[in-house]
């Protein structure tokens, strides 16, 4: 094989001189003077001939594209030509179906030397190893790449695995306390002081805010005779307790106003029933879905006021489908045997004997006592005790029910000055007007909002 053959099948970019232009083809036939191309293109367009012949004359400069050898071109009519990755055709465009690349040199391959000065031939294209000479820029790369393929790879394995690692060595090079400086150095000045004042007893979870901060007290209620304690609701409005001569007072204004028991009674019980059903599981629980589950309610009434709050209690919550259960100690009162005649209707059961209630119950509410009740233990608060179930007071004792330490409490009105046996307090909206409570000398706005009970906590502010 001659030198000259060795670049036949070679892709090639020749530029010519003056207007010819510059050619991208594969070479075919190759001589002294001549340098036949096919898949030939034009200025980056195909040829219109299948093939061309350029003179050595004519040429400027060759640039190698690609040296493997290719198998014989199949001639296609009209010069054109099958491409593997067809490219939209553009409108300018009406010699062959589709767009083609351009093939302008590119930066990392080398420009061969003008083929045909006088007194030269085609054997200066010939290099060691018959591969074609690699410019500078090229070999500067490749060598780069074999340096890095080195360093990453060229390392023995088997060195690498009966090497221990260091845990200690390393350890001892990361400085926890400096970085932990460099951390809270970038914090905000407001953590830095939230941190500073706990110390290290400061400790916050993910939904807590750093920034500690008192709800807005807000005093509307002011009343002449104040208990000694205070609450807050959870908008931040202070609510005075009241003493227990103020709130007698306030009942008698109430009943000289038309505002009576029947009034009041019918929406004590309807909060004691709004509480109830929350606290009994609400919709998740009161579903007919759900009826092998429907829960049973205890109410244990004493013969007063309280007591019949308890029983017109017990009558709503008969009314949602809750299982009530009424135990009296005594019917005597007017008050009790009114609002008891109207609970028999609802056919649900009531008990007088302590040993015919269930041993198992899903909520006690009690109404056992008054505030000028007497302080004894009596044989159901004792059941009540050591029962299982949460416990709800219905206007109870402010220094709590003997016997029965309650989870939660439900007053009317201001609330008295109660103490931790009562629990949680719930404050119910008897929808009393303003002039009642300047009657007895009590300047008032309503806390309640859009609720129609409220929580309150001790202020502790």
Same mark, same amino acid.
């Given at each position: 094989m001659s030198v000259s053959d060795r670049f036949v099948g070679s892709t090639v970019s020749i530029k010519c001189i003056d207007d010819l232009g510059s050619y991208q083809g594969e070479i075919i036939a190759l001589t002294d003077e001549l340098v036949t191309l096919t898949r030939v293109f034009w200025n980056g367009k195909p040829y219109s001939s299948p093939t061309v012949r350029l003179r050595a004359k004519d040429i400027s400069n060759v640039y190698i594209i690609n040296t493997e050898y290719s198998a014989p071109v199949r001639q296609e009519p009209q010069g054109k030509y099958t491409i593997k990755r067809p490219i939209a055709k553009k409108v300018s465009t009406t010699i062959s179906e589709y767009a083609v690349p351009i093939f302008e040199p590119p930066p990392v391959l080398p420009s061969v030397k003008k083929l045909l000065p006088e007194g030269?031939?085609?054997?200066?294209?010939?290099? @060691?190893?018959?591969?074609?000479? !690699?410019?500078?820029?090229? /070999?500067? !790369?490749?060598?780069?790449?074999?340096?890095?393929?080195e360093q990453a790879f060229g390392t023995p394995i088997d060195q690498s695995l009966h090497q221990d690692f260091?845990?200690?060595?390393?350890?001892?090079?990361?400085?926890?306390?400096?970085?932990?400086?460099?951390?809270?150095?970038?914090? @905000?000045?407001?953590?830095?002081?939230?941190?500073?004042?706990?110390?290290?007893?400061?400790?916050?979870?993910?939904?807590?805010n750093v920034i500690e901060s008192e709800p807005l007290a807000l005093r509307q209620i002011v009343v002449p005779n104040a208990g000694p304690k205070e609450y807050v609701t959870d908008d931040g409005l202070i609510i005075p307790s009241v003493t227990l001569d103020l709130q007698r007072q306030l009942i008698g204004a109430a009943d000289r106003l038309g505002i009576s028991w029947e009034r009041r009674v019918e929406l004590l019980g309807r909060a004691g029933t709004e509480?109830?059903?929350?606290?009994?599981g609400g919709a998740h629980r009161l579903s007919p879905n759900n009826a092998h589950q429907w829960p049973t309610v205890v109410v244990l009434c004493g013969p007063h006021r309280s007591g019949a709050a308890g029983i017109n209690c017990a009558r709503q919550l008969s009314s949602h489908g809750v299982k009530t259960i009424i135990y009296v100690e005594s019917s005597e009162d007017v008050f009790v045997l009114q609002e008891l005649s109207l609970y028999r209707l609802t056919g649900h059961k009531?008990?007088?004997?302590v040993k015919k209630l269930p041993a198992a119950t899903d909520l006690i509410i009690v109404a056992l006592c008054e505030e000028r009740s007497p302080k004894c233990v009596t044989p159901v608060a004792k059941w009540a005790s050591n029962?299982?179930?949460?416990?709800?007071?219905?206007?109870? @004792?402010?220094?709590?029910?003997?016997?029965?330490?309650?989870?939660?409490?439900?007053?009317?009105?201001?609330?008295?000055?109660?103490?931790?046996?009562?629990?949680?307090?719930?404050?119910?909206? !008897?929808?009393?007007?303003?002039? !009642?409570?300047?009657?007895? /000398?009590?300047t008032y706005r309503?806390?309640? /909002?859009?609720?129609?009970?409220?929580?309150?906590?001790?202020n502790s502010s």
């Open positions: 030269k031939d085609w054997t200066d294209l010939t290099v @060691p190893n018959g591969k074609p000479v !690699l410019s500078r820029r090229d /070999g500067t !790369l490749r060598r780069r790449m074999s340096e890095r393929d260091d845990f200690e060595k390393n350890l001892a090079l990361f400085n926890k306390e400096a970085v932990w400086q460099e951390i809270n150095s970038k914090k @905000p000045d407001v953590v830095q002081q939230s941190q500073n004042k706990g110390g290290n007893k400061a400790r916050y979870r993910h939904d807590e509480i109830t059903l929350q606290l009994l009531v008990e007088t004997e029962n299982r179930a949460s416990v709800l007071a219905i206007e109870p @004792p402010s220094n709590g029910t003997p016997g029965i330490v309650c989870k939660y409490s439900l007053v009317s009105g201001l609330p008295l000055s109660h103490c931790h046996d009562n629990g949680r307090l719930y404050l119910c909206n !008897l929808a009393l007007p303003n002039k !009642l409570f300047s009657e007895v /000398g009590i309503s806390p309640f /909002g859009p609720k129609f009970v409220i929580p309150l906590h001790p």
